[in-house]
């Protein structure tokens, strides 16, 4: 999965090719610094994920998010951000088993109704 994933994000030029302004550079070290301090923290690898995927960084912030997911199984909104990901790469599967969890664990939440519905509908 990981290398058709990765295939993608060249395809795609999804590989964080975009100007990092001095801030977000800045963020950038601050989450380094804190996952260093504290590894076991799965907040700062979601954090630091969501910067890459703002910066287009796509599969470092689905190596983040996997982190985040590894150090607590049940953290929905990285299952959330992941699956967004897979969605823009056309892993629709992974995707909708991404949303099949949180249903698992959440079965009201709205965003993963919507979201399997959305690609559910398209195919």
């Not at 030029?13 to 590894?39: F, M, Q, R």
Request: glycine share 4%; net charge positive.
């Amino acid at each position: 999965m990981l290398k058709i994933l990765i295939n993608r994000l060249i395809k795609n030029n999804y590989s964080g090719e975009k100007v990092k302004s001095k801030e977000e550079k800045g963020l950038l070290k601050s989450y380094d610094k804190a996952i260093k301090s504290n590894p076991d923290n799965p907040n700062s690898y979601f954090n630091r994920g969501n910067l890459k995927f703002k910066l287009g960084d796509y599969l470092g912030a689905m190596k983040d998010y996997n982190t985040a997911i590894k150090l607590n199984p049940e953290y929905l909104q990285a299952y959330h951000s992941r699956a967004i990901i897979k969605e823009r790469l056309d892993y629709y599967n992974g995707a909708i088993a991404d949303y099949n969890f949180i249903l698992k664990i959440d079965s009201l939440d709205p965003l993963a109704h919507k979201n399997k519905n959305i690609i559910q509908q398209r195919f």
